[in-house]
């Protein structure tokens, strides 16, 4: 069975931009949550969504969005980028939601805004 | 305030050693996480635990739901088990992640 699947792996981005990163999770799972881990914060809890609705979000700003497709893959989008920004994006699957079930993470999309 | 205690942060031992890594939360958990992750950004879940004990291999995790504290220990330490330990904690609608424990593990 593939794992989790997060493109892009490395991104630059200048403040002000936007970006999209994405994640396909293993099939048959149906729940996708999304993490920001830096160095000085650790691992954050950004949102989840479940049969493409979002179940569960973070103490993020509305710059942080994401959706889920029909077939799972989940994108998540951030607008106006700021330099703190920067960090590594993980995203996990798992069959069932709200971490009643193990999860099963990508190895990360690493942004850095500049 | 942090909702997920780890301690301790750093921590050394010789191959061998049996080592334990704590986590004390104080938050209504439906779930707790060990996950394990490797230089390079990598993690892996270990455990999910909602009572009792699990075990996998040289790895045991347990967890005390009265108290809010789980521990996670390791027999027979290995140098492949180098990694940062990360408990996590799930509310029903929220992820809280402790900080880390760093092990080193010398040959």
């Known amino acids: 069975k593939a794992g989790v699947t997060q493109t892009p792996r490395y991104l630059i981005k200048t403040r002000g931009q936007q970006v999209t990163l994405s994640c396909s999770p293993i099939s048959g799972h149906r729940s996708v949550s999304w993490y920001q881990q830096t160095p000085g914060q650790g691992l954050q809890f950004l949102f989840e969504y479940f049969s493409e609705t979002q179940r569960n979000k973070g103490n993020f700003p509305g710059r942080f969005s994401g959706r889920q497709f029909s077939n799972s893959r989940s994108e998540m989008n951030v607008s106006t980028l700021e330099l703190g920004d920067s960090a590594l994006y993980l995203c996990?699957?798992?069959?069932?939601?709200?971490?009643?079930?193990?999860?099963?993470f990508g190895n990360g999309t690493r942004l850095t805004v500049t | 305030k942090n909702e997920v205690e780890q301690s301790p942060q750093n921590l050394t031992a010789q191959e061998g050693e049996f080592i334990t890594i704590n986590c004390s939360y104080s938050v209504g958990i439906s779930a707790l996480h060990w996950l394990q992750q490797h230089p390079g950004g990598g993690i892996v879940s270990l455990f999910m635990l909602s009572s009792g004990k699990k075990k996998h291999g040289r790895l045991i995790a347990t967890i005390n739901i009265q108290e809010k504290h789980s521990s996670l220990h390791i027999t027979a330490s290995h140098p492949r088990d180098s990694a940062v330990y990360i408990c996590a904690v799930n509310t029903g609608n929220q992820f809280y992640f402790g900080t880390g424990t760093s092990l080193t593990v010398i040959p």
């Open positions: 996990a699957s798992s069959p069932q939601p709200e971490g009643n079930s193990p999860l099963h």
